[in-house]
């Protein structure tokens, strides 16, 4: 016969079975964060569509080159042409100069490097990681700017300040996310493969080079779509090297400027529901696309990975 203690026990826990309550927690926890990127999705684009809808501007106008916002200063124009160009084309060079290292370092911690050698480099990334942006950002303004300006200024780096400035910087600040991304997609491919090429008379090298590289290409891939993303959103570190010119990119050696730059140099000049504080929200829904058009590429590439 029961006793009265252990019906109670099973009632409790039968109770407990019903409410579920750990998983009840989770979907509420999971429901409030989507219900906050909805409502942040919402409001960004709201504020970044009043340009057009509260001020009347044309859209075509933020494809003009011509930014002059003030309207004490002569005829307005809305044109965020430069600033696209520019953040596209820093976070280019920042990636070409990035990925070769980064991914070579991701290759020999997870190929080439013994033991001891990976528990260094391993905790350096971590380091890396940990590193404010504004850091870069000095350690740029104060060394690699005045660097260029005095001895790269026959080749065009007359004030230092530089599209080639920012992209270093940017490329020192993503190198740890593509390589720890990179190392991880090394680490995945099967070690099966490598013993097959290699008992098929290959060396090791290429084995790496025709097997493995190969079969990590769209993880590499994703790490360096990851670091892109990662410069996108950047603004402090860039801003301090890159010389805030609001003019379209002429070469690597002229100041320009980015979205997130601009931005934070405008916020507090304006006054809310001016149309010069509205083209910093319509800036902000510029890069909101670019960062969901990252998202798409890299969801796709993790499909075909997955896939493959």
Do not use: C
């Not at 219900?35 to 003009?64: D, H, K």
């Not at 309207?71 to 124009?77: D, K, L, R, W």
């Not at 379209?248 to 931005?263: E, V, W």
């Amino acid at each position: 016969m029961t006793s009265p203690a252990a019906s109670l026990a099973t009632t409790e826990l039968g109770l407990r079975a019903r409410l579920d309550l750990p998983r009840r927690i989770t979907l509420l926890a999971a429901g409030v964060i989507v219900a906050i990127v909805l409502l942040l999705l919402v409001f960004i684009t709201w504020n970044g569509v009043q340009l057009f809808v509260a001020s009347g501007v044309p859209v075509a106008e933020i494809f003009s080159p011509t930014w002059q916002p003030d309207a004490g200063s002569g005829p307005t124009s809305f044109g965020l042409l430069p600033f696209i160009a520019g953040t596209l084309g820093v976070m280019a060079v920042a990636a070409v100069i990035a990925t070769p290292l980064s991914v070579g370092l991701a290759l020999f911690m997870a190929e080439v490097a013994p033991t001891w050698a990976r528990r260094i480099t391993q905790p350096a990334m971590e380091v890396f990681v940990g590193i404010p942006s504004v850091v870069y950002g000095w350690l740029g303004l104060t060394l690699l700017v005045p660097y260029l300006r005095t001895n790269l200024q026959g080749l065009g780096f007359t004030l230092g300040f530089s599209w080639f400035a920012g992209s270093l910087v940017l490329a020192l600040m993503i190198l740890p996310t593509i390589t720890s991304i990179s190392y991880d997609a090394f680490l995945v491919v099967p070690r099966d493969m490598r013993a097959a090429s290699m008992a098929l008379g290959t060396t090791r090298w290429q084995a790496i080079r025709h097997v493995v590289l190969p079969a990590a290409a769209t993880g590499i891939a994703t790490a360096v779509v990851m670091g892109m993303m990662r410069a996108a959103g950047e603004a402090l570190a860039v801003q301090m090297v890159i010389g805030n010119r609001p003019v379209m990119p002429t070469g690597l050696t002229a100041p320009m400027t980015t979205l997130t730059s601009q931005i934070t140099l405008d916020m507090g000049n304006t006054v809310a529901g001016e149309p010069w504080n509205q083209a910093l929200w319509t800036m902000g829904l510029v890069l909101l696309v670019i960062s969901f058009t990252f998202v798409v590429i890299v969801r796709r590439l993790a499909g075909r990975r997955i896939a493959a």
